[in-house]
T-cell receptor, first 110, second 112 residues
Framework: QKEVEQDPGPLSVPEGAIVSLNCTYS??????FMWYRQYSRKGPELLMY????GNKEDGRFTAQVDKSSKYISLFIRDSQPSDSATYLC??????????FGAGTTVTVRA | NAGVTQTPKFQVLKTGQSMTLQCAQD?????MYWYRQDPGMGLRLIYY???????DKGEVPNGYNVSRLNKREFSLRLESAAPSQTSVYFC???????????FGSGTRLTVV
């Protein structure tokens, strides 16, 4: 069993829809949680960063962490074609060595 | 532009050849990392350097060596390339406060 599980999709939604992404994990010591966005043939870029449980909102993006269920989510509201990318969850015990999910490929149709 | 620079961007090697992937960051970050990315596998840690002068193995270190040349530079060496090392390699760095990595743009390596 992988330490971090993420459904690879692909996920295709119409423009304006809400995109819902999630990851589960097995290591209860994880306390730093991140989402990265990766465009085709580019390096990942940090999208959201949260510490411990709770919600964090940044514009159209909301990250949720439920440590009791070992489950994290990313929601994208009012999705745009420019949101088409692969989204990677990542988590860490110490905020230095990250463990990544496999990534979910999202396509937003105009 | 500030960030992480990787060279080369593309490389084709024959089985058994050696090569070094270069990485440099100009953000004064202490920690640097090498990951490989394969379809369906996500990013897997090869080696990392928590600070200048230290290196440690990650999840998939076999067949690789690293050198932390100075605070800015962290290189990855394949001594005898194998087809299983065909992948996209990413270098990343993070500062003292953590809060996520800055990644380079990657090196696409094909071993034939």
């Amino acid at each position: 069993q992988k330490e971090v599980e993420q459904d690879p999709g692909p996920l295709s939604v119409p423009e304006g829809a809400i995109v819902s992404l999630n990851c589960t994990y097995s290591n209860s010591a994880f306390q730093y949680f991140m989402w990265y966005r990766q465009y085709s043939r580019k390096g990942p870029e940090l999208l959201m960063y949260t510490y411990s449980s709770g919600n964090k909102e940044d514009g159209r993006f909301t990250a949720q962490v439920d440590k009791s269920s070992k489950y994290i989510s990313l929601f994208i509201r009012d999705s745009q074609p420019s949101d088409s990318a692969t989204y990677l969850c990542a988590m860490s015990e110490d905020d230095y060595k990250l463990s990544f999910g496999a990534g979910t490929t999202v396509t937003v149709r105009a | 532009n500030a960030g992480v620079t990787q060279t080369p961007k593309f490389q084709v090697l024959k089985t058994g050849q050696s090569m070094t992937l270069q990485c440099a960051q100009d953000m004064n970050h202490n920690s640097m990392y090498w990951y490989r990315q394969d379809p369906g596998m996500g990013l897997r840690l090869i080696y990392y350097s928590a600070s200048e002068g230290t290196t440690d193995k990650g999840e998939v270190p076999n067949g690789y060596n690293v050198s932390r040349l100075n605070k800015r530079e962290f290189s990855l060496r394949l001594e005898s390339a194998a087809p299983s090392q065909t992948s996209v390699y990413f270098c990343a760095s993070t500062g003292t406060g953590g809060r996520g990595y800055t990644f380079g743009s990657g090196t696409r390596l094909t071993v034939v």
